[in-house]
T-cell receptor, first 115, second 110 residues
C-alpha cells in the first residue's frame, strides 16, 4: 500500500511556458502533501507544504507566484511552474502523508527540462 | 536554525557492515527518518525513530539518541544493490514536514 504517483515523469518545455505536475495518492487519503526540488547530487529541498482545501505554505525563498500549488482533493495535488526558465530545470518530487502517521510516501519524481 | 549533517560519501565492501552517522539540530523534534534513494529515483522509506534506542529491520538497523541529537543507519551483509544515497531527515514539529540532510552516497565494491 501507500503508493504515490506523479505525472508526467519527464517533461521538456520552452522558456516562458507553464508546466503542470500532478501528484496522486493512489490507495490512501493524503491530508498533507509536500513538494520538493532536487538538484543533481544534492538532497531534497522542501518547497511547500500543501493541505487539502487550504492554501499552501511556502518555504522561505520559494516564489509562490511562480510555483502554484493546488491541493483540490485528498488524493491530488498539483504544482504548476509558471513562465518557466532554464534555471527551473530540476527534479521535482512530491510526497504525501496521512493525519495518523508522520511517515511520508514519495512519488517517483518529475524531471523538468526548460529549453 | 535547522541543521542536519551527514558524511557526503562512504565506500564499503560487499558483505561488510557500514554505519552512516547523522547529527541534527532542530527547533523541535518529532522523529528521525532514513530514506534510500537510487540515482534518478524517488526516496524510499527505510526507518523511523522517535524514541532512544535501536530499531532493527532485517539487514538495516537505525539508532537514535535524542539527548545527543544523533542517529545512525547500520547496514549489514552489504550487497551491490545497496549502492545508493542515504538521506537522514528530521521532523522538527507537528506539520509533518521533514528537514533533509545532504545525503550520504554509499558505494559498495566487490
Amino acid at each position: 500500500g501507500a503508493v504515490v504517483s506523479q505525472h508526467p515523469s519527464r517533461v521538456i518545455c520552452k522558456s516562458g511556458t507553464s508546466v503542470k505536475i500532478e501528484c496522486r495518492s493512489l490507495d490512501f487519503q493524503a491530508t498533507t502533501m509536500f513538494w520538493y526540488r532536487q538538484f543533481p547530487k544534492k538532497s531534497l529541498m522542501l518547497m511547500a507544504t500543501s493541505n487539502e482545501g487550504s492554501k499552501a505554505t511556502y518555504e522561505q525563498g520559494v516564489e509562490k507566484d511562480k510555483f502554484l500549488i493546488n491541493h483540490a482533493s485528498l488524493t491530488l495535488s498539483t504544482l504548476t511552474v509558471t513562465s518557466a526558465h532554464p534555471e527551473d530545470s530540476s527534479f521535482y518530487i512530491c510526497s504525501a502523508r496521512t493525519s495518523e502517521a508522520y511517515e511520508q510516501y514519495f512519488g517517483p519524481g518529475t524531471r523538468l527540462t526548460v529549453t | 536554525g535547522q541543521n542536519i549533517d551527514q558524511p557526503t560519501e562512504m565506500t564499503a565492501t560487499e558483505g561488510a557492515i557500514v554505519q552512516i552517522n547523522c547529527t541534527y539540530q532542530t527547533s523541535g523534534f518529532n522523529g528521525l527518518f532514513w530514506y534510500q534513494q537510487h540515482a534518478g529515483e524517488a526516496p524510499t522509506f527505510l526507518s523511523y525513530n522517535v524514541l532512544d534506542g535501536l530499531e532493527e529491520k532485517g539487514r538495516f538497523s537505525s539508532f537514535l539518541s535524542r539527548s545527543k541529537g544523533y542517529s545512525y543507519l547500520l547496514l549489514k551483509e552489504l550487497q551491490m544493490k545497496d549502492s545508493a544515497s542515504y538521506l537522514c531527515a528530521a521532523n522538527p514539529g507537528n506539520t509533518g514536514k521533514l528537514i533533509f540532510g545532504q545525503g550520504t552516497t554509499l558505494q559498495v565494491k566487490p
